[in-house]
Structures are given as C-alpha cells and as structure tokens.
C-alpha cells in the first residue's frame, strides 16, 4: 500500500465525516433506538474506517459501510452490557433479527432519518433551550463549546442541557418519527422556531459587545435549506427566504466600529445582490402556495425593501397591505408596531405616532426598547423634542446590546441631550421576540 | 408503555359551571373512557374528590404527621386521573388532548416505570435506564 493511497484515504475520510456523520448518525439512532450508543457507535465506525480503509481501500458505499459497521459496534456494546443483563439479549436478538443491507437503501430511506432526527430534536416535550442546544448539536455537529460561545453560556450548561433532554426522550420514550400529515403544522412551528431563534442568536446577539455572530446564523441557513428539501412546505422556505434576504444585509447593518445602521441609512450597494435573488425566488415559490404562513409574509416584506434601490423609493404601500395580512396569520404587539412604523412611512408620522401610542397604552410593548426608540423617532421627525428625548430614554433603559445603546445614545447626543455613561447596563430585561426589521 | 395523566385544573372554575355545562363534562368523560376502551388505552380512570377532602400524611423519623389539604397549596389542582396504555409519548399526547376537562386547565403526562420484585437488587438509575431500553420498540 502507498503513502500516498493512505493520506488519499484520509483527506476522503475527512470529506466523508464532515458530510455524512450526521446522516450516519441520524440513522444510526433509528437501528439502536438510543442517541447515545448511537454517538458511541458512530465514533467507533470511525475509528474503524480510518484502520481499514487506508489497507483495503475505500468501501464503494462509503455511507453503508460505516451505517453498517456502526450498527454491529452498537451490537458489540449492548451485548457486553447484557453479559451482567439478561433483558438485554431481547434487544442483540431483535437487532440482529432485522433483515439489514444498507447498500440496498435508496436516499429517500436515509433522508427519512434526517428529518425524524430533526423533529425528535425539536420535538415540543422537550424545553425549547434544549431543542436549540440539541439540533445543533446532534443535526450540525457542533460541539457544545462551539454551542456555549453562541449562546454566550457555559460548556457544562449546554452539556447538561442535552444530558436532560436525551434523558426525557429516552424515559418518556419520545419517539423517532415524522408526525403524522394532520399534526405537521403544529410540530413544523415547533422545528422552525427553533432555526430562526438560532438564526436571530447569531443576526442579533442577545447581548454583548458584538452584534453580529455570522457562524451561527450560517448554521441555521444550513439548516433552513436542509429542513426546506426534506420537507418543502410553503412556511419552510418562507422561512429559508426570510434568513437569506435578512443575512443579505449584513455587511451594511454595522459600521466598521460596529454601531448599528438602521435600515434607511444602510449603504444598500453592500447588500449581497446573489443572497437577495435566492431570498426573492423563495418569496415567489412561498407566496405561490395556497396557505400564505408568518414566515413567507415576513420574507415578503423583507423583499420590497430589498427592491428598493433607495429607502425613499421603498413601496411603503405594499409594504402596509403586507402587515395588514401578517397581523391577520399572527397578530402579535410587536408585528402590530412594525405595522404602525409602515404606516408612518405612509400617511406621515402623526398617523404613525397614535397608532405606537395606542400599542404603548395597551401596556403589551411597555418592556420592549425598540417600542420606545420607535416612538421618539416619529416624536423626533414631528418636532416634539423634549417627548422624543424622554421615549430614548425609556429605550435606553431597556435596551441590553452595547451596540443598541450606542445608538440611542447618539440619538441623545443629536438631540442636546447629554449621555451619561452610568446609564450602562441597568436593565436585564430581555424582549420575548426577535427584534422587528 | 403506560402512562399516568394527572388532570390539573382550578376547582373554583370548575365549580363555576352550570349544572348543565357539569353534567355535559361528566358524560363526555364517560364517552372518553369509552373510545381509550375501544381503543386499547383504558387501564384506569377516576375524578377525585375536590382538595377540601384532601389530606396529606407524612413520615418523618417514624412519627407521622397529618394535615389538612392537598401536598402542595396552588390555585390549580389535580382533579382526576387516567392511566392509560400508548405506544410512546406522541400518542399519550394525542389521547391527553382528547380528556375533556383539559379545557379547564391541563394533563401532565408521566411514563410509568415498570418494576417488579425481581429488579429489586439493582440500582434505581441503572434499572431505569434498562426499563427504558427493554420497551423501546426497536425499528
């Protein structure tokens, strides 16, 4: 055997692990029924293909080998372990029972498992930090020191997270599957929470010095473009759409000393005109399908800015007719404020401004920074200073991001108002949605 | 697998209900443990009778102690429960969602751990874990 053959094996092996661990492992736990002897399984199959493989070449089927080695790794163990067990041997007996020839399956087969991992990780029983910390963990691979830095938490917090959830699925016995058609919508809301609060996590962190985490929030596209091929529902690639056209603003959304650049102000020639297109094709295919859900409107809106080659030119008229639609499908306090910052677009602030004060009456956005930083915009445009400066206050006061802050200082500051720095890091209130855009 | 749903609902709003509305909970009650029957779901079920009959008895150094009132003083209480038989946790929730007074509040849905005399010598962790094993359905 040359040397070269053998770091040919290895530079594939490594192209096969980033690219099929995860499927290997996501069928691995159907056959054994167990996430963790299926992690253990995986690992050893591993382990095995880098002894073999560099001596007797690569398998043709690389991904059926190592479903194949996993599984009689996994028999290996539950068969030690039933040496001191004899309910074990129930389990050998039907494992090996089973009729098994993974070179016979077709990718559908495989990808079923996939999406079973993807709603078992999601599935609502389970706490929703441990869904996030689950899916990335077990579908993308990461490691929980990765998930701890996203997160800004520690190691030992996600381990334990995932220690308790793998716990429940096994004693509650959640099972592994694809729910049935007519519980889908439900269970589907449940998955795609979970990827757009991972996308959020890393579009906005949640605190901290830096506003943007990209690797984050280009793991939960990952996710949104594997979810939206094995399972391509109308809300799936609104969704999908909704991340691209967001992400595609990127570059433009902080200067290079990293305060935020609202949307109007952005230098629209940095958005990624690539990233944009693909949001947009989505859009249509979302909007083209019979039940028009959150996601797809979201992304709707998201794409008349994007059309804009200038805030001034935006079709704020659309824009409105799109809220008006979203409010129906989900009327939430805060779609309803993005709605009334669209109508002041519209009709002029004064409209704008009643609407925001009827939503602030109403007591349901009284915590919620942006609410605030709002209402003293159009307060601000209409010339009522002394309540613009006191609704940045207010804003300030809740906002929790160094970068937020930033800004409604500089608001301040325009307005004659002088920032004191001791207003730093008072509030630990946190708002219960992402942040409108 | 069986399943233990613990009813959970407050008992001022339930006895806020017309005589009417009562009567209609009850004989939906009753159909429902006629459809787990049907279905092969039905081991046991039964409404309690409301916390003012509650009492609650504690051990401590072999001396006991009773008290007056439900184990834990919240607004929402068990008011009845089912034992039921399903294939994992997505059909205890399915059937869970059918129990008509969980529109007065809510089911906790708890698996049942099956033990016998003859797992006494092992550890409570490690039979857990075996419990849990030996009935998954494998496949």
Same mark, same amino acid.
């Given at each position: ?437 | ?5 613990? #009813? ?10 017309? &005589? !009417?509305?009562?009567?209609? +909970?009850?004989? %939906? *009650? ?33 001396? #006991? ?10 607004? &929402? !209480?068990?008011?009845?429960? +089912?034992?039921? %038989? *399903? ?53």
């Amino acid at each position: 055997m040359s040397a070269d053959f053998s770091d040919q094996a290895r530079d594939t092996l490594g192209a096969i692990y980033r690219n099929e661990s995860r499927r290997v492992l996501a069928t691995l736990i159907r056959l054994v029924g167990d996430f963790d002897l299926a992690e253990e399984a995986l690992h050893e199959a591993m382990l095995a293909a880098m002894e073999h493989w560099p001596r007797e070449g690569i398998p043709s089927n690389p991904r059926a080998w190592l479903i194949s080695t996993g599984r009689f790794k996994a028999i290996d163990r539950i068969r030690r372990r039933a040496r001191f067990d004899t309910a074990l041997d129930d389990v050998v007996e039907k494992l090996q029972g089973e009729a098994f020839d993974p070179t016979q399956w077709d990718d559908e087969h495989l990808e079923d498992d996939r999406l079973r991992l993807i709603f078992t990780c999601c599935h609502p029983a389970l706490p929703r930090d441990a869904q996030v910390a689950l899916t990335l963990r077990e579908i993308c691979g990461l490691t929980t020191e990765e998930i701890a830095r996203a997160f800004l938490t520690s190691a030992p917090t996600i381990a334990k997270r995932i220690v308790r959830a793998k716990a429940k699925i096994r004693d509650a016995r959640i099972p592994y599957e694809v729910p049935p058609r007519k519980e889908l919508p439900d269970r589907l809301d449940s998955v795609l929470q979970v990827i757009y609060l991972i996308f959020t996590e890393g579009y906005s962190a949640s605190s901290g010095a830096t506003l943007t985490r990209a690797d984050i929030s280009a793991e939960a596209i990952r996710l949104g473009r594997l979810t939206a091929n094995l399972l391509p529902e109308p809300e799936v690639i609104g969704l999908l759409a909704l991340m691209l056209l967001q992400e595609s603003r990127r570059a433009a959304r902080t200067s290079n000393d990293g305060e935020v650049i609202l949307l109007e102000e952005q230098d629209r020639s940095l958005w990624d005109r690539a990233v944009i297109e693909e949001g947009r094709v989505l859009v249509e295919r979302a909007l083209a399908s019979r039940e028009v859900g959150p996601y797809a409107l979201q992304a709707a809106i998201a794409a008349v800015h994007s059309e804009a080659r200038a805030a001034a030119e935006t079709d704020w008229a659309q824009i409105v007719g799109l809220y008006d639609v979203l409010l129906q499908a989900n009327p939430t306090p805060v779609i309803e404020l993005n709605r009334a910052v669209a109508v002041a677009m519209r009709d002029g602030a004064e409209r704008g401004l009643a609407l925001i004060g009827e939503i602030l009456k109403r007591g349901d956005l009284q915590d919620y920074y942006l609410a605030h930083s709002a209402r003293a915009d159009l307060c601000k445009r209409l010339g009522r200073t002394s309540e613009a400066v006191s609704s940045y206050q207010r804003a300030l006061s809740l906002a929790r991001q160094d970068p937020a802050r930033r800004f409604l200082e500089r608001r301040l500051r325009e307005l004659g108002v002088a920032v004191d720095a001791a207003t730093h890091g008072s509030s630990p209130v946190r708002p219960q949605e992402p942040p409108p855009r | 697998m069986k399943y233990l749903c613990m #009813v959970f609902f407050d008992e001022k709003q339930r006895n806020a209900l017309s &005589e !009417q509305d009562s009567q209609k +909970l009850i004989e %939906e *009650a009753f159909d429902f443990d006629d459809t787990l029957r049907k279905g092969g779901h039905f081991i046991a079920a039964h409404p309690l009778e409301s916390v003012h009959a509650a009492t609650t008895v504690r051990v401590r150094n072999g001396k #006991v102690t009773v008290t007056d009132g439900p184990f834990a003083e919240t607004n &929402e !209480q068990i008011g009845g429960f +089912l034992l039921i %038989e *399903a294939k994992d946790l997505n059909e205890a929730i399915h059937l869970a969602a059918q129990v008509p007074p969980a529109r007065l509040g809510g089911v906790e849905v708890r698996p049942i751990v099956e033990i016998s005399r003859s797992d006494l010598q092992r550890p409570w962790s490690e039979f857990v874990m075996r419990s849990a094993s030996k009935s998954r359905d494998r496949g």
